[in-house]
């Protein structure tokens, strides 16, 4: 096994993909930010060492300025300082057209990634993603786009989000036929979620090298400084990781985010916190690790049960409703 697997520093997205810090910025909130303040964010997070900037085509549709609002952003800010670009590798991602709308079909997704290298005024992008599965297009038909976008040259690396296991499999085996290969996942992982951990999403990772991008790693601010627990599993957590922060002398959203780069596969968390100081301020989680029993600690309170949660539903076993339902036809 690579000896880098087990220390933080910068790693490869795929064999001849862009290398990145162990921390990315994301850009969801770019959108409402003025030329001026986006900047000072973007800056911020190269001058602490980070260095992915993560984007998508969608980012300020949805009560903000509209679509494509956060790429012409970012693009804005890259237009004001030509040298940043040399400085950042740029992941965006499309599929989404709306709220619970996806649309992976080869000519929007073609349109895309042209529509989003135009917003954002640049030739290639470094990491393009398709953002959701869409339950009406092919795999076959969505790996030949994205085979096409990277022996273009229009795309460095390509990667996905929000795809189950299965999805995953079913875009991979059709990708095995082509030189391009899935080289990041984009999935919801931390301390209050962590089924990425034992639903095979990580195992998969693990074995085919791909990097997993960690998407609201202070679980929407709930694992942030100072946030109230709204249940028994969060406050179960938080004490647990502000027990290991005193003793390591650091905050609470520091260890979050430790807690999710911890991992062997190496999660990247996308950090979207809108003001500079706390960019720096959760580039210290970089710096720490966490010893196996503080991350053991943490895990068991996230994934132990908790009585004031509501049941799990388990679905009825298939043969025997057919036969619940065989014997009541009977009796009429």
């Known amino acids: 096994m690579d000896d880098a697997l087990s220390r933080p520093g910068h790693r490869s997205l795929g064999p001849d993909g862009p290398v990145v810090a162990p921390m990315a910025y994301g850009c969801a909130h770019l959108a409402e930010a003025s030329t001026d303040e986006a900047r000072a964010r973007i800056e911020a997070a190269v001058e602490s060492g980070i260095d992915l900037i993560d984007t998508a085509d969608v980012y300020g549709a949805f009560g903000g300025p509209g679509f494509g609002a956060a790429e012409e952003r970012l693009g804005a800010v890259l237009t004001a300082d030509p040298g940043l670009r040399e400085r950042i590798v740029i992941a965006t991602k499309g599929g989404v057209r709306a709220y619970r709308s996806y649309d992976t079909s080869p000519e929007t997704l073609r349109r895309a990634i042209d529509d989003s290298r135009r917003r954002l005024g640049i030739e290639v992008i470094d990491l393009w993603q398709v953002h959701r599965p869409d339950l009406l297009t092919h795999p076959a038909a969505v790996a030949e786009v994205l085979a096409e976008a990277v022996t273009s040259g229009k795309v460095r690396a390509v990667g996905i989000s929000q795809h189950s296991v299965s999805q995953y499999e079913a875009l991979r085996s059709h990708l095995d036929a082509t030189p391009v290969a899935i080289v990041t996942n984009q999935i919801e992982l931390h301390a209050l979620q962590p089924n990425a951990l034992t639903d095979g999403t990580l195992d998969l990772a693990a074995r085919d090298d791909v990097v997993p991008l960690a998407w609201s790693p202070l679980g929407e601010g709930r694992l942030g400084d100072g946030a109230a627990a709204q249940s028994q599993r969060t406050a179960a957590v938080h004490a647990v990781i502000d027990r290991v922060a005193t003793d390591a002398g650091t905050s609470r959203s520091t260890v979050a985010l430790a807690w999710v780069m911890r991992h062997p596969t190496r999660p ?3 950090i979207g916190t809108t003001r500079p100081e706390r960019i720096r301020a959760a580039a210290a989680a970089i710096g720490l690790t966490l010893t196996r029993d503080a991350w053991l600690a943490i895990t068991r309170a996230a994934t ?29």
Do not use: F, N
């Open 268 to 270: 990247i968390p996308i």
């Open 304 to 332: 132990d049960s908790y009585p004031d949660e509501r049941p799990r539903l388990l679905p009825r076993h298939p043969v025997r409703s057919a036969v619940r339902r065989l014997s009541r036809s009977r009796r009429t």
